[in-house]
């Protein structure tokens, strides 16, 4: 199994607790991807979360499709007991399962997924394991299945990104209620930093469009947080 940052306690706490809500514009991207679930599959059965933390898309999808069942998985165990509490009004119509996106092929049968998504999760991959793993959830979807990726993305410049990681710092001291000195520091010394091996949202598009996905489109974007993704057809 890969091993990272995110299977230490400290880390997967602090995330959940300090970072996952004051990430700009959440409700706004959870809004978007079920407007795009829903208009290109109105009624997906089987859903798959890759690196789904606490399940936060999993639990929102399963609301808002009653006839939905959903399969998550994380490598990381703190992760795991973190979804497992808060999927508890859902457990009749999920899977939990701690493993790594290699495991991918065992979820479900080639073409039989209706939608899958994952939650800043895959950029922790390089390169040419995103691809692969681009290929492998093409391949488990069904026709019209649907892959939304809502990711920390790459800039195109360092100036952007420098403007990136101040705005986001100005949010988690908001959302923290805690000095923005502080909360700086502790974003640019953070563990989990070296765990990040990012790419543009134009390039892993050309990614996509090359597999075979079609309407791939970033959905969203602010600055490095995007919602992108495709249909298969």
């Keep these: 199994m890969v091993t990272s940052h995110w299977q230490r306690?400290?880390?997967?706490?602090?995330?959940?607790?300090?970072?996952?809500?004051?990430?700009?514009?959440?409700?706004?991207?959870?809004?978007?991807?079920?407007?795009?679930?829903?208009?290109?599959?109105?009624?997906?059965?089987?859903?798959i979360d890759l690196g789904c933390g606490n399940g936060f898309l999993a639990k929102i999808i399963l609301k808002s499709f009653p006839d939905a069942s959903a399969i998550l998985l994380d490598h990381s165990k703190p992760m795991i007991e973190s979804a497992k509490e808060n999927m508890k009004i859902y457990n009749k119509r999920c899977d939990i399962i701690l493993d790594d996106f290699h495991s991918i092929d065992e979820l479900a049968d080639s073409h039989s997924v209706d939608c899958i998504v994952s939650g800043f999760a895959i950029h922790h991959l390089?390169?040419?394991?995103k691809k692969q793993l681009y290929n492998k959830i093409y391949h488990l979807l069904s026709k019209g299945g649907i892959f939304i990726n809502m990711e920390h993305t790459a800039s195109a410049t360092a100036e952007l990104e420098a403007l990136y990681d101040e705005l986001f710092i100005d949010h988690l001291s908001s959302y923290n209620k805690k000095d923005r000195e502080t909360v700086a520091k502790e974003y640019h010394s953070?563990?989990?930093?070296?765990?990040?091996?990012?790419?543009?949202?134009?390039?892993?598009?050309?990614?996509?469009k090359d597999i075979g996905f079609k309407h791939t489109d970033c959905y969203f974007k602010w600055f490095e947080l995007a919602i992108f993704g495709g249909v298969k057809k």
């Design 9 to 47: 306690q400290d880390v997967t706490e602090d995330y959940l607790e300090n970072v996952r809500g004051g990430i700009p514009f959440g409700a706004e991207q959870a809004r978007i991807m079920l407007q795009v679930i829903h208009h290109f599959n109105p009624y997906p059965r089987k859903v």
């Design 126 to 129: 390089p390169h040419s394991q």
């Design 190 to 208: 953070r563990p989990d930093k070296e765990d990040n091996i990012l790419e543009t949202v134009t390039v892993q598009l050309d990614w996509l």
